[in-house]
């Protein structure tokens, strides 16, 4: 039975609503784990506030935040599965049925880059991104909407023949021209070399990485821990109060591309909104978080 | 765990009179009782900047009062406008408008998150005005601070984007981010993340070493 457009549009609708009412668990304990070691009173409040929050939202049914962003998509398939139907349209629909039965209704976000005017609708909305899994009977989504509060902060810069040390100076300026105003602590991706386009996706499937995961070259495990520890010796704290936790994690990844670099920063609220579900080749859904 | 003391955190009843703003000091976390009007939208505020220059009147008085940067969203109840959700965006995307609005409204203290810049925080001082700075993305909790949605003004614009007014109770808590002083918290702890940083890419180049 091949996956059909149908479990495709329910899934998409399914996970984005998700991901506007849970924090993810590895968040949540990250969350608990930076309050136990925070030194600044207020800063331990923030961090406590933030977690009664989002326990509210999960047992509330209610929204995370505000702002739902607008739709972002990750989708991997497997090269063993069958599929059935239009899978764009699945997911353009899949969304238009959000807007028309998540409870509390969601605010217009979407917004035309040169007017400004804001819709439910819009081109190239739901923003897709496709990706295959060798061998897999299986396809895999991951919902992480995205608004103007961390997506804003976002930056790239193409080297030429960089020292390691220029790309992570680059990297603490990116930290610093964002402050406090990407609600802190954040989890915070770059990207390091293919081209342009290769580096911001890697930037931003980084931030989706599970915290707590370690990446497989253990140069870039070193890269992670002693950047982590740079960034929170900023001060800005949670949400700006000052205080030890600005990042809950640095995730990096890099791809070989030729002698110049492209390097991007991306960062993700402390909400973190991400969901994946899979499904399976006789079209099981299940979700994954 | 620090031994710092725990200050009890004590309720503020909105507006706030410009003497009250100044008895406020920086890090202070309170929780907000009274009226406050929201709009998360840029074209709203350009709106009050035109109907302050031409004289015109706005849907309802804003003199004096206060002014978050928050989108909310609600629903009708008996009769009442009940909040589904509200949160603070960020406000160092409005700087170029909030010093004339601070000053031409005699504004005595705007709420949202991130922060203001200097010559918003010059424009607060002069007027007698202070920054709530709240936690994004903690919507469920600060929503249980507000009792419903007065009225709305503007109501062509988008809902986030519309002037609305809200009745609060225990909102928060807060924390004074900008007194009425001059003092920011967002501008010192820039600074002092500034000061840092050759130290911390110091530190960096010592852990590349190893």
């Known amino acids: 039975m091949p996956i059909t457009y149908d479990i495709i549009r329910k899934a998409s609708r399914d996970l984005y609503e998700w991901s506007l009412k849970k924090v993810p668990d590895d968040t949540l304990e990250a969350l608990a784990q930076a309050e136990k070691k925070e030194t600044k009173l207020a800063s331990r409040r923030t961090l406590q506030f933030m977690q009664a929050a989002a326990r509210a939202a999960e047992t509330e049914d209610r929204h995370a935040c505000s702002d739902a962003g607008f739709p972002a998509y990750f989708v991997k398939i497997g090269t063993k599965l069958t599929l059935d139907g239009d899978i764009r349209r699945a997911f353009v629909d899949g969304f238009e049925d959000l807007v028309k039965t998540i409870e509390p209704p969601i605010l217009k976000f979407i917004t035309h880059p040169l007017t400004m005017e804001r819709s439910y609708t819009g081109r190239d909305m739901p923003a897709l991104s496709f990706d295959v899994i060798d061998g897999a009977d299986y396809m895999e989504i991951t919902c992480s909407p995205k608004a103007l509060g961390s997506g804003r902060w976002a930056d790239m810069k193409i080297f030429v023949y960089p020292k390691i040390e220029e790309i992570e100076a680059y990297f603490m300026d990116c930290v610093l021209a964002a402050g406090s105003q990407h609600c802190p602590p954040v989890i915070i991706g770059m990207g390091i070399g293919g081209s342009f386009d290769h580096a911001a996706k890697m930037a931003k499937k980084a931030t989706l990485r599970k915290i707590g995961s370690k990446h497989s070259d253990p140069m870039i495990q070193d890269m992670e821990e002693r950047l982590l520890i740079a960034v929170n010796k900023t001060g800005f704290g949670p949400m700006g109060t000052g205080g030890d936790t600005t990042a809950l994690a640095v995730h990096v990844d890099y791809a070989h591309g030729h002698s110049f670099v492209p390097v991007a920063v991306c960062f993700n609220c402390w909400i973190n909104r991400r969901t994946t579900l899979r499904i399976s080749n006789d079209g099981e859904v299940t979700r994954l978080e | ?210």
């Open chain 2, 1 to 210: 765990m620090s031994d710092e003391p725990q200050p009890d955190i004590v309720h503020l009843n909105l507006p706030l009179s410009p003497e009250e703003a100044r008895s406020l000091s920086l890090g202070d976390m309170v929780l907000l009782d009274g009226e406050v009007t929201v709009s998360a939208g840029m074209i709203t505020q350009e709106r009050i900047i035109e109907a302050l220059e031409s004289g015109e009147d706005l849907p309802f008085d804003l003199q004096g009062q206060a002014f978050f940067h928050m989108g909310s969203n609600c629903r009708e109840e008996n009769g009442k406008w009940l909040p589904n959700y509200v949160n603070p965006t960020t406000s160092t995307r409005f700087d170029a408008l909030m010093p004339t609005i601070i000053r031409g409204l005699g504004l005595t203290s705007v709420g949202g998150k991130g922060g203001m810049g200097p010559q918003c925080v010059e424009a607060m001082q002069e007027i007698g005005c202070v920054y709530f700075s709240m936690p994004g993305g903690a919507s469920p909790l600060l929503t249980n601070g507000v009792v419903e949605r007065l009225e709305t003004g503007w109501d062509d614009l988008i809902e986030q984007f519309r002037l609305a007014r809200y009745q609060l109770k225990s909102f928060g808590p807060v924390t004074v981010a900008i007194d009425a002083h001059g003092n920011s918290m967002f501008q010192k702890l820039q600074q002092e993340a500034a000061d840092k940083l050759p130290g911390i890419l110091q530190e960096l180049a010592a852990a590349r070493q190893k």
